[in-house]
């Protein structure tokens, strides 16, 4: 099967994270995955959510929207709907649980890390490219703490990124645009640390079931490409961890 | 490592489930997996959302919540806070995924089905109970219309059912409860079909991440046990299909 | 008038009421009025609302429910609409109401009960069977509360049980099912103690206005139901309170 | 038993009907029973609810509000919290089901009158002064569609007006005001028609239950109140209507 | 250009206040601006809003509302559509920051005064009659604060009132009525205090752009027609301030 | 006065517009002043709001919000606290106000274009940066639309453009940033064409009232700046428009 844009079935699509994208934040990026772009900014606060008060541990958090016309037709904004969208509460709680994965929420401390994820561009891979960019954001903000004195270290455990694999015309592909994830038959998000550990993992037959064999194989092409999204992470932010 | 109710790895627990429990329902289970209780409700109406109008397919979809004293401490109503509770808005789109995908939906027609899932009780696994569950009072439902002559066939291509697997103590355990749940390392759930496809998968890490390793594991685990679940199912409504 | 299920004019449906119907609230019946069928669960959590704190009082509650499918026809949640359903929140202020026209708040002290009654099945009704059941369960958590030793004596004046009355084709009969509902002509509501004196009362011409002959003569069918009613109550929680 | 504004028992608060209160509804009232004041506007608009169409029947429905200082201290605006407030959403369902009593909705033809009932000032007995005044606005409405052709006549089958009765130290006077309503141990509210029928009962016993005898006693109460309140009505609208 | 009602350019309509209108508030009028009617209800409440907390100084706010019914045709209110009302938001801070631009916030001390101002009769001008309205509204407010010794002056820098001023047919005139509104080329809100300065100023071009001089001719407009409002203003609580 | 970033009274920031900024909207700008960056986003709808229907006239309306992190604090998302900023509802109207002054309505058909302005950076005049940018993208909108040959010609009548100008210090600055906006005694934001007429006029006195003086002040400057911004869109747009 021939990709629509030439890429072999095992390559990403071309990736950029611009640090320090907007200027109030304590972390912010703007990332680029062809023409996925989303600005993801962290910001820190003392303090935490009730459920944790008084126990000395941290806690990460994610929000994320699109804008109205990031797509190829206006949606409204939720607020015009007095509702949460359904995918955005799906996906901000996967990001936040993916950063939550790799934190020291101890070493942390009792703040509140909130990453936002807000979608200006959308073709395909929005959730992918939101994890792998507000690690990245998570990243400069801890560093500020850690310039500012308020941590010894950086309380993380390990690189985060992300990246979806697909099974188009029954052959396996990785990283998978707008028009790619359309008509895909199987439907992958895969969220992996820097050893090629597992942290999430979300698959789903769009048109059919799929066997274990295929999400074997899809699990080979999602190693390979989580390797090369930490590469470009730690371009952007390797001086500061790791 | 031994599980607090003495029940091996491999072993779910005691499964039953009461067709027409409720009165009204064109098809109704109470499903019981141990002290998880749901009862599914499924709802034929004619016509279907706009977005599917004038294709002559028909929709599937789902709602799920939980009654506030469901659990051990009780929770507010979503109305009270006015908003839909962010992992029951998850779990009722992952409900109505894995329903969808084994509904030939050309052959419903122009019908929409509402598979309510109201968990009245809650020790663990309730989105994999509720997607067992609500896949019987579809078959029900659709029996219906096939009694009243609106179908020739039931329009499904298999049995659906979930399971949960985790990682406690490092060993992987299925059709884990709250207690297990709460400690556990890696939490899995698994869609699949009656021919050990898969439909969906989801798992996190929860303290740690996890190998392809254990990935494989757990699936030969949850194979198991969806074979099982089906079992019962068939009990319940296999004179309707297959 | 002959009624169409056989009963006589004054002939309550059979009832029963099913005690720790769920495990984890600290009172829970399954009340069955004929075909209508609620839960009743009541939770006790330490401290009351803002407007009584300090007072040394306590209060109690209710929150009221349908199932989407507990009717003939599907309703829409009320968290689809953002908007408590205007019959709902009537009747829970009404069943709130009755709880506390029996508890010695005083002698609670500073906890608040709260009673969610949600309508499994509803075959007319709903209201008085969630009264009934909601003193039950409420019984239930206060001899929890006094085995646990929080309370020395149940802070109860009396029973409290509600009957619906209604006039059918010019005559009075009593517990109306859904059918007879929808065809009275005037539709009446009796909360009553288990002395027979009134504790709330709530009654309208549907069709057509009502005399105070009628008024008496539904008062007297309403005393002989109650009487019933409260007889069932004392089968389940008598142990507990007289 | 004195009261406290030296009125006997059965003696009601001088009662005033301004019709044409506001310009631009079709029927416009202030009524004041006393200190309390309601602004009544009846809208009458083509058209009827989705439930009613094509039935060639009419609708007759009431809002019912208060402004944030009609009281002692300031209650904020519905708006504020996202919420109808649950007395509010019981009082207007009360209004409208009294007013669709006495009208014959298939003589109204596919019309839907709203009657607005805003409480400006509030000094006890809101919820009477709003049917009472709402009728009359009712009226005027009615009178504007005969005169315009609309209606051969006015599609009504009486009067109607509300009081509330209660128990104060024992014995049962009528009318109260805020400061007896907020002592009484029984707590009524009368809505009948021009014959002395009743068309709706509403009764709590606020701080101990009440017998059957003190029902008759306010019953009898209610409808000398009720006589002189429809004498104010037909002042103010009986060239109208009868 | 002849004015539909034969009012000169400068005229503006019959203005009364009538103070003390509903009796529970602090400061209570009811102003009218020709058909135009506003009841202005101020409370004063001890403390402030969060973010003036242990600052020593006090806050006004105001709250604006019209009833459904205020105009020729019904609005629907705002909890109907739990969306408050756009322009409503708008013209509530306007009016807020009207009465803070004439409070001397330091000398009112941690109270917050929040005036509600209710349209009951809309004819234009409504957002000017609340600012001239909710001014005395807040003066008799101040007042009965030093008459209770809690204050020995009012914190008050000047009297401000406002008034709309329009081009209508290339003609500048002051004090539009709905009709005239409608109709107009350029509509101009003027907040002015009693020495002639501008408090605040908002104009837009309705049907096409205007010209500094037409903005000129305007402001003297509204300069001459500020001052017979300000001279109302003080007939009805000069005796309090100044 | 010396401004703290050395500009002159009448220097503007330095302002750059980006056409084509998001690949799918109909038109896209960044617009850039100083350090305020705005997404504005022009879709192309067929179709108009209801209360425009069969008219044949168009709709030009706006949409406004800023990102959480615009800001140097974290603001909540609207969709949290399930309420349109009353800020954010009063800019938005302003917006579609200025952008509706300068379409010929009836040019542009049954068509209805919205423009989001979402501000990403927030350094003070986000509004006028807003309409500045918003009038760019829908120049590029209608632009496409008279490519697409939907349009003969650009419904346009002028150019519009917004810039702030305010007293700080007793000095009249133009195009103020967030620093010198939160000092200024008077806040004034102008709306004007590209003949120096005017479309709106805003304006407070934030500490203290302003003489018609220091508004003719104002308007001189305000003058100028609008001329330099009208300067930089037609460097962006004006191959399309004039």
Known sequence: MARHDGRLPGEIRPVSIVTDFIRYPEGSVLISCGNTKVICNATVEEGVPSFLKGKGRGWVTAEYSMLPRATASRSPRD????KLNGRSAEIQRLIGR????VVDLDGLGERTITVDCDVIQADGGTRCASI???????????????????????????????ISVGVIEEAPVCDLDYQEDSGAQVDFNFIMDDEGNLIELQGTGEGRPFSKRELD?????????IRQLIGVQRSAIGHLFR
């Open 98 to 101: 993916a950063l939550r994965s």
């Open 132 to 162: 792998t960019g507000a690690f990245c954001a998570l990243v400069l903000a801890l560093g500020r703490l850690r310039q500012q004195g308020a941590l010894a270290d950086l309380p993380l455990y390990s690189y985060v990124a992300a």
């Open 217 to 225: 194989d899809m699990y080979f092409l999602a190693q390979n490409g």
């Open 79 to 82: 607020i015009s709907k007095l």
